[in-house]
């Protein structure tokens, strides 16, 4: 039997109308543009306004949005990963909630949480349902309302942050198109660094856990960014390695969009020039599990099949890796 592989047929994002800018956080806490442009690179973030809409009615936009422009009927959808770290609830999966907001009757659908490489490790579990050729239209959101978790009396975390979500849809293929390796890598030592600290099960919400801001994103900034540049720099470069790659070969370099000096650490690392860098940090900011998909759908129409592609990311958890992907379409 011919190997199947998983192919990317097709990419939808979605960010919310609301722009936040350096100018309008400068009148929330003690920093500047100047500050926020030279350390991080980035000039504004989109935030979800309105009572009561949540990660899913991003995350749903933005399938709603794939399924109309490939043409899939909601019925036809075999499975539904939405990779989140900021679910609508704590049960059920907001996976669950985007099938039923947008009638996809047929499938399965959970949630990951991977950090901020969330949409990586989804994209190789997605991918692995498609390859065992039981699955054969599977959805990968990326959504997140990080402005839920985000302190905006913390000047160090909530210039990084904004909303968004972006979507793939997976197919088979038997041409040597779509995910052709990943490496994944997780050290969970590296939570004392970047965790919520209440509102799970060692800490359920409290009185006192409100009063201490404990809802929120902790994040001690210098360690993640020592580990971000190093864990995205390493595994990118060792993927370039084990697949014989040099950067005349690389079409583009799909990086997590943290800060803008991790992400120049990476592709200088990789020795990529800086044309063949995805970057929308500026506008965007950090999504987390949105920030690849949105990417990808910014720059579908200048993708061209057989492109490679270098996705790399670091987030919460530890957790990093890259994935190596032909590019499957010509848009
Ligand atoms: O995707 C999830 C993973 N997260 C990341 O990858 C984030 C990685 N970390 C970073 O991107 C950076 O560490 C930050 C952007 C969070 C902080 O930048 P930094 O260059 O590491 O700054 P720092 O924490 O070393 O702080 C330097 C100074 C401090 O002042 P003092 O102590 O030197 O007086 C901070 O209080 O900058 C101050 N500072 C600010 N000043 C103006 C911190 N945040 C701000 C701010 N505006 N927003």
């Known amino acids: 039997m011919e190997k199947i592989n998983a192919a990317i047929s097709g990419v939808a994002g979605y960010v919310p109308e609301y722009i936040l800018t350096n100018d309008e956080l400068s009148k929330m806490v003690d920093t500047s543009d100047e500050w926020i442009m030279t350390r991080i690179g980035i000039k504004e973030r989109r935030i979800l306004k309105g009572e009561g809409l949540g990660t899913s009615d991003l995350g749903t936009q933005a399938v709603k949005k794939l399924l109309e422009k490939t043409g899939t009927k909601p019925e036809e959808v075999d499975l539904l990963i939405c990779t989140t770290v900021t679910p609508d609830m704590q049960f059920p999966a907001t996976a669950n909630i985007i099938s039923d907001k947008l009638g996809i009757k047929n499938a399965f ?25 039981k699955y054969k239209k599977v959805v990968l959101v990326g959504a997140d309302k990080m402005s839920s978790i985000v302190d905006y009396t913390d000047r160090s975390v909530c210039p990084i942050f904004g909303d968004g979500a972006g979507a793939v849809l997976l197919e088979p293929t038997t041409e040597d198109y779509g995910v052709i390796d990943e490496m994944l890598h997780v050290d969970g030592a590296g939570r004392k660094h970047l965790h919520q600290k209440a509102g799970g099960s060692i800490k359920p919400a409290s009185h006192e856990s409100v009063d201490a801001r404990e809802h929120f994103i902790y994040q001690e ?5 020592k580990a971000a540049v190093k ?8 993927m370039m390695k084990k697949h014989n790659l040099t950067s005349d070969d690389i079409a583009w370099l799909v990086p997590h969009q943290a800060n803008m000096r991790i992400i120049a650490a990476t592709a ?43 996705l790399s990311t670091f987030g919460a958890g530890f957790t990093w890796g890259a994935i190596y992907l032909k590019w499957a379409y010509n848009s």
């Open 231 to 238: 864990g995205m720099a390493d595994v990118s470069v060792e």
């Open 268 to 310: 200088k690392r990789m020795e990529l020039p800086p044309e063949k860098v995805m970057i929308n940090i500026q506008k965007f900011g950090n999504t987390t599990d949105g920030t690849l998909p949105l990417l990808l759908w910014e720059w579908e129409d200048k993708l061209k099949k057989g492109d490679k592609l270098i």
């Open 221 to 225: 900034g210098q360690a993640v960014f």
């Open 109 to 133: 659908s959970f949630d990951l949480n991977a950090g901020c490489s969330g949409f990586l490790f989804g994209l190789s579990t997605a991918s692995k349902f498609v390859q065992s050729g």
